[in-house]
């Protein structure tokens, strides 16, 4: 069966290519390097110069990944971080898992790189140790220097005899009260070059003899080009060529410019697909009618509850959404000599170099990808789908000049993947103050952008659906009676992973209506849920639920942003929170109001202030977390602004103003307090902030009105 | 094709393009300056931001036959060495999450700077609602612009 991380870690399925880390300053490891440089491991290179180099094997696209896996690393290995500089790896042999997904980069590396740090430090020591004559345990580290009493030696200075000892299997990992490093504010190791603009980003890949070209694609699936009519394309100066192949027809130019304008002037008449093409109104009303469906159960716990008590039930509806990252999808591809060389802004290279290999029938050891900063993610760059598009070019033109693919902003909104729509239809029953009863079944339809399910998916089909439906079967409660069950309604475009993969429009949906279920039992949002928390940790499917840690962050929460007062007059609060995959806790208390008057553009009340607590194990970098709760919120609000609607099997928005995002005059002021962690492990922060955003918001805003806000987006108005 | 004149960064480059060209694309790939970012075309998302002579344009917006003659700003002009105040202060708050847009940001917020040195958070908001940041930097950015007002009351 494949899971959700399975589907996320699908690129670690590679074979070898070069193993070539290249820095973002463009410097290259060469074989030649490797005698002069301590190189313990893939992840520890330091040279005599003690400029030290720590491979970064996750792809930074926002989240901080870069500076947080450096830190850790650097913690281990008592690095000098003003002496540290970054390898962005490439997939091969020794780089089989840099998949960046399902915010698992930090917990899926935490050992690893402690062992590869502490690893380096320990052959350091003994080097010293034996240039002293002195025991390896008399000696300590600090700042990339060995001490032993008033002796001082740089690790530079210890690079050669290090290099000749023995990589130790099992090095002493430092105990965490003793971290310096992990659990500081650390600002990103990127910053200095994004504000001077030196940063590269994948579309500022320049590479000797590079061409530009802009794609036609088919404005829905199915379609193909029936005629071209490419003559005015092809007079624009600076059109090298128009090109038909399997994704559409290319415009090949020396520059972006004449390759849009190429575009522009094209002329298609397209096939008509099989069938009228995909549209959303009559896949709403298949949602509606898949509700009587009985679906697959996903979590059952209890018997059905007697009959009595109050009942509520409520339809939550959750839109297709786009992810609409500033950066739009781009690659640079070259065929040459039956080997291709990708540059990309991606967050799954090894994917890449699978598909790219795959479809041009070559060897993935002849697919060479170097993976670019990412102009933002949000799980849209897992999908290889726009790194194999630029190959297929490349090998078409039969050139060996590198070409790269642009996407336009309307190409980025319509012809990627899509966040799945779907339907909560809810079911509760309270008795006095206590729920006993809750039903929540999803409508919705699976990712496919590796096929549709497939029967050796389907045969544990509990688990496969769970999966498809967290947020929903993992509720955290401890209610008497539970069930919680998935209908499968298929859509026949490209679904697949968004920020917080499948979660939020679950977490929507459960975090709404528990507060409806607190209203009808006349009960306070916050006691309700806590009156339903115990201090158990309850296996749900393959996720281990920790009541008492969602207990703490929600008592935080409720202290932080003053529950038991009232709010300051004319603002209204809502609660919610989440257990994110089992791993990160997190609580928002929410103030809004609703004032008359809103820009219609803009969403119809004001958000002025979020407290977020939080507990993700191990804190590795505090501001980072900060950012990334400030950006979850941002992405939360946006959630309730933008919805993609289909009409004869094509999106019909296509930029920032009919699919909205919020802005600068939205975003309210965050405050962020972290629960100190117990464990010994991280978990992942990038994602975990988005889903309980917007049910804190709807339920501020029932505070606010009476209304409940069953379906996403809001109608904006104008 | 004649050579159209801009200038970019205090030097003058001589630009063989269509005269239709946006500046955005002259920069980019005539010029090599990739700091100022393609983010929507149309003059909706801002990430294409630069100075001209202080104000904020749109360089997807400016065909170069409107930028002849005209002096610009990129982020890679704004110093030589990162110590313009607002990278300074961007650094300083950490704003920058992907950081694709930022270039766009900072510029924006000089000339708000420019043309109000100390901002409300209405000032603000007018001026960076303009922008796009899909990680949701914004209230970072917020108070960056604020540190930088704050950093030339100082000198003054």
Not at chain 1, 389 to 405: F, I, M, S, T, Y
Not at chain 1, 657 to 675: C, G, I, Q, T
Not at chain 2, 90 to 97: G, N, S
Request: glycine share 10%; net charge positive; proline share 7%.
């Amino acid at each position: 069966m494949q899971t959700r991380r399975d589907f996320l870690r699908a690129s670690a399925v590679a074979g070898g290519a070069l193993v070539v880390g290249v820095g973002l300053d463009g410097r290259v490891f060469a074989a030649a390097d490797k005698a002069r440089v301590f190189g313990p491991n893939v992840w520890v290179r330091i040279e005599p110069s003690g400029k030290t180099f720590l491979t970064i094997g996750k792809q930074e696209m926002g989240q901080g990944v870069r500076t947080s896996l450096a830190m850790i690393l650097a913690e281990e290995l008592d690095a000098d971080w003003t002496q540290v500089n970054l390898v962005q790896a490439s997939p091969g042999p020794e780089f089989k898992d840099l998949g960046t997904g399902g915010s698992w980069s930090v917990g899926g590396s935490w050992k690893k790189l402690r062992l590869a740090g502490a690893a380096a430090r320990e052959m350091l020591v003994a080097a010293a140790a034996a240039r002293w004559g002195v025991a390896a345990d008399g000696c300590r580290t600090e700042n990339g220097t060995v001490v032993n009493g008033a002796r001082k030696l740089r690790y530079g200075e210890l690079v050669a005899a290090a290099a000749k000892l023995p990589v130790p299997a099992t090095p002493k990992l430092k105990a965490l009260a003793d971290f310096r490093l992990v659990g500081a504010r650390t600002k990103r190791l990127d910053g200095p070059r994004i504000v001077d603009g030196t940063a590269r980003y994948g579309i500022d890949v320049k590479v000797p003899g590079l061409l530009y070209a802009s794609i036609e694609r088919p404005p829905a699936a199915g379609a193909s080009a029936a005629s071209v009519e490419d003559a005015a394309a092809r007079a624009v100066a600076g059109v090298k060529g128009v090109v038909a192949f399997e994704r559409g027809v290319a415009v090949v130019a020396s520059g972006t410019w004449a390759a849009l304008k190429g575009r522009n002037a094209l002329k298609i008449s397209w096939s008509s697909p099989s069938d009228r093409g995909f549209d959303s109104d009559e896949h709403w009303q298949k949602l509606e009618s898949g509700v009587a469906e009985p679906g697959v159960v996903t979590r059952k716990v209890g018997a059905a509850p007697a009959a009595g008590g109050k009942v509520v039930s409520a339809r939550y509806y959750y839109p297709f959404a786009a992810h609409a990252p500033v950066e739009p999808m781009n690659c640079v591809a070259q065929v040459k000599d039956g080997r291709c060389r990708i540059w990309v802004p991606t967050q799954a290279p090894n994917s890449v170099q699978r598909h790219v290999a795959e479809a041009l029938g070559i060897a993935p050891e002849a697919v060479e990808v170097t993976p670019q900063l990412v102009g933002g993610g949000f799980g849209r760059r897992l999908n290889a789908d726009y790194a194999v598009e630029a190959a297929q070019l490349a090998r078409k033109l039969g050139a060996p000049a590198p070409v790269q693919v642009l996407w336009t902003r309307p190409d980025d909104m319509r012809h990627g993947h899509f966040q799945a729509a779907s339907i909560h239809d809810m079911w509760g029953a309270v008795d006095g103050k206590r729920a006993v009863g809750w039903r929540h079944k999803k409508v919705s339809s699976p990712h496919n952008l590796s096929g549709p399910p497939t029967a050796e998916d389907l045969a544990d089909p509990v688990a496969y659906w769970q999966d498809s439906s967290w947020g929903a079967y993992d509720v955290p409660y401890a209610f008497p009676s539970i069930e919680t069950s998935y209908v499968r309604v298929d859509a026949p475009i490209p679904i697949g992973p968004w920020r917080a993969v499948f979660s939020p429009s679950s977490t929507f949906a459960r975090e709404s209506f528990v507060d409806e279920l607190a209203h009808a039992a006349g009960a306070d949002p916050l006691a309700f849920r806590l009156a339903h928390l115990d201090d158990q940790t309850v296996k749900i499917g393959s996720l281990n639920v920790d009541r008492r840690r969602l207990r703490r962050v929600l008592e935080l929460v409720a202290e932080k942003a003053g529950w038991a007062t009232p709010p300051p007059p004319g603002r209204f609060r809502g609660l919610a929170c989440n257990v994110y995959d089992g791993e990160t806790h997190v609580a928002y208390v929410v103030e809004v109001s609703v004032p008359p008057g809103r820009p219609p553009d803009q969403l119809p009340f004001i958000v002025h202030r979020v407290v977020c607590a939080l507990d993700c194990g191990v804190i590795i970098n505090p501001l980072g977390i900060e950012q990334q709760v400030d950006s979850g919120v941002v992405w939360g609000l946006s959630n309730m602004k933008g919805e993609i609607t289909f009409k004869d099997g094509r999106a019909e928005q296509g930029t920032y103003k009919d699919f909205p995002v919020a802005r600068m005059s939205e975003a309210p002021v965050v405050e962020v307090h972290l629960v100190p962690s117990h464990g010994e492990q991280p978990f992942g922060i990038g994602e975990p902030t988005v889903p309980p955003l917007a049910p804190a918001v709807a339920n501020a805003l029932f505070a606010a009105t009476g209304r409940r806000l069953r379906r996403l987006p809001i109608r904006l108005s104008g | 094709m004649a050579p159209t004149i801009v200038v970019v960064n205090r030097r003058r480059r001589a630009v063989t393009a269509d005269a239709d060209t946006p500046l955005l694309w002259v920069l980019r790939d005539e010029l090599g300056l990739t700091g100022t970012k393609y983010g929507c075309g149309v003059g909706i998302c801002g990430a294409c931001t630069v100075l001209e002579d202080g104000r904020a344009v749109r360089s997807c917006q400016v065909p170069l036959s409107e930028a002849a003659g005209k002096s610009f700003t990129t982020i890679e002009g704004l110093s030589s060495d990162g110590s313009h105040r607002c990278q300074k202060a961007w650094i300083e708050e950490d704003v920058a999450q992907c950081g694709y847009c930022q270039a766009g940001m900072i510029l924006s917020a000089c000339a708000l700077l420019e043309e109000k040195p100390e901002p409300s958070d209405a000032d603000i908001d007018e001026v960076m609602d303009r922008q796009v940041c899909r990680c949701g930097s914004y209230a970072r950015i917020r108070k960056a612009i604020h540190r930088a007002a704050r950093a030339a009351r100082a000198a003054r």
